[in-house]
């Protein structure tokens, strides 16, 4: 049977972190088996569903490279909905509903006090049909639950291993609002099945949903996929990160400046026994990918960490994935692979060429320390002009050694910090050659 796997996000937003975890490992997981991913856009929600966020959802798939097979709408699918509910309807398994969001409210919080757990109490299910007409003539709209058999509900998850879930204990879901709004729990259910879906791998915070839906789509005569439910992101410090989401969108991740491999990398392995550690292809993911080494904690996710994995990609860069970003920096063609070379080295994000390119090109601010000043202007006048070559930090260095009788770090970091502004960087050896100004000769 060919493995068929589904992202399924609402275009009601941008996707962040939390949401590539539920995309990427269904989307592993079908290029393992060179299977299908469906990308499903849970679009029933015609007030907040955008076309917009639609568009971005697709774009941040691209710039990571999770390509899907096909896309699915599920505002294209309504009359599938209807006609499910119809059958669910014929066999008494889907009843309808009048009690008003304040009455429910007010059940609930009795049941609490009561130290019982709030589950609906299928008043619904006594009403006539007398008494139902009565209530519409009252201006009351009718909403659909689904009627679960109050048996025990168990699956063997990918993750999480043996779940036994007491339907008595879940109340009956509703399926479809009064104002005839499919929710997700049932179009997902019959999306599941009439797309085929083998495979589905989401948050474990659906993990009640999921033991509902098990019995909806046995209820249509479908068969479960299997499930797993990866582990929740916190914060570093392990606090709650749903309050932060909206700062670590995808796209937000990319304007920072985050290289897609990073964050793949990291959300591949985050939360399993296996080391993080770059991989460049999707492929290497895939082939190292298994949902048994992941664990039920909730897992830590710290931004900072895609910042070491991105330098050690943006290292790993050929010249020609960067010729054109360091061309229009104004670096000259002759000198611009050794740029990448030096640059390279010395750099977390790409942006981050642009210092490089602005102090080869315009000099930097020279750091004299007062102990320095004499020293360094003594230097900088048996310090030629521009252009430099391959020779000329050596020359220089012992002229300048010959000259003041300094050695060692107090020869080379004043000279390094006056002609840079800087004590770390290249080896001054290699830079030198690429500086067009040095603004220390005055």
């Not at 492929?283 to 039920?296: I, K, N, R, T, V």
């Not at 104004?330 to 060429?353: R, T």
Request: proline fraction near 5%; hydrophobic fraction near 40%.
């Amino acid at each position: 049977m060919t493995t068929v796997t589904r992202f399924a996000p609402s275009p009601t937003g941008y996707i962040h972190v939390g949401n590539l975890r539920t995309a990427l490992f269904n989307y592993l997981i079908a290029r393992k088996s060179g299977g299908t991913f469906i990308l499903r856009l849970d679009d029933t929600d015609q007030e907040r569903s955008k076309q917009e966020y639609a568009d971005a959802i697709m774009e941040d798939l691209e710039w990571l490279g999770l390509t899907w097979d096909r896309v699915e709408r599920q505002s294209d699918r309504i009359d599938r909905y209807e006609a499910a509910a119809e059958s669910l309807r014929r066999t008494g398994k889907l009843y309808e509903c009048f009690e008003s969001p304040t009455e429910l409210d007010l059940k609930r919080k009795k049941l609490l006090n009561m130290h019982r757990p709030p589950v609906y109490d299928r008043a619904s299910l006594k009403l006539t049909d007398l008494e139902k007409e009565r209530m519409r003539e009252e201006g009351r709209e009718g909403y659909w639950r689904f009627l679960l058999d109050q048996t025990r509900i168990e699956w063997t998850d990918g993750i999480l291993g043996d779940i036994s879930i007491d339907a008595g204990s879940v109340s009956d879901p509703v399926l479809i609002r009064a104002d005839g709004q499919v929710l997700y729990t049932f179009a997902s259910s019959v999306d599941d099945i009439q797309m085929g879906v083998t495979h589905i791998v989401r948050g474990a915070d659906h993990v009640t949903n999921t033991a509902t839906q098990i019995q909806i789509i046995e209820a249509l005569g479908g068969k479960p996929p299997a499930f797993a439910h990866h582990s929740l992101l916190t914060g570093a410090q392990g606090e709650e990160l749903s309050k932060r989401l909206g700062t670590l969108s995808l796209r937000d991740l990319r304007a920072n400046g985050i290289a897609p491999e990073a964050l793949l990398s990291l959300m591949a392995r985050l939360g399993s026994s296996q080391p993080v550690e770059l991989r460049m292809s999707l492929d290497e993911l895939a082939e190292g990918f298994d949902l048994g080494q992941f664990g039920a904690a909730p897992t830590k996710f710290d931004a900072e960490d895609l910042i070491p994995l991105t330098r050690a990609r943006n290292q790993q860069l050929p010249y020609t994935a960067v010729a054109d970003r360091i061309r229009h920096l104004g670096i000259p063609d002759a000198q611009a692979e050794a740029f990448w070379a030096v640059a390279s080295k010395n750099i977390d994000k790409l942006d981050d060429l642009q210092h490089w390119a602005d102090l080869v090109l315009e000099g930097a601010d020279p750091v004299i320390d007062a102990e320095d000043a004499e020293f360094v202007a003594t230097a900088l006048q048996m310090l030629p002009p521009p252009p430099y070559g391959a020779q000329s930090w050596a020359d220089w260095t012992a002229a300048v050694k010959e000259a003041t009788g300094r050695k060692g770090k107090g020869l080379f970091m004043p000279l390094r910090k006056a002609l840079t502004g800087q004590a770390h960087g290249p080896e001054m050896a290699d830079l030198m050659p690429l500086l067009q100004k040095v603004r220390a000769r005055g």
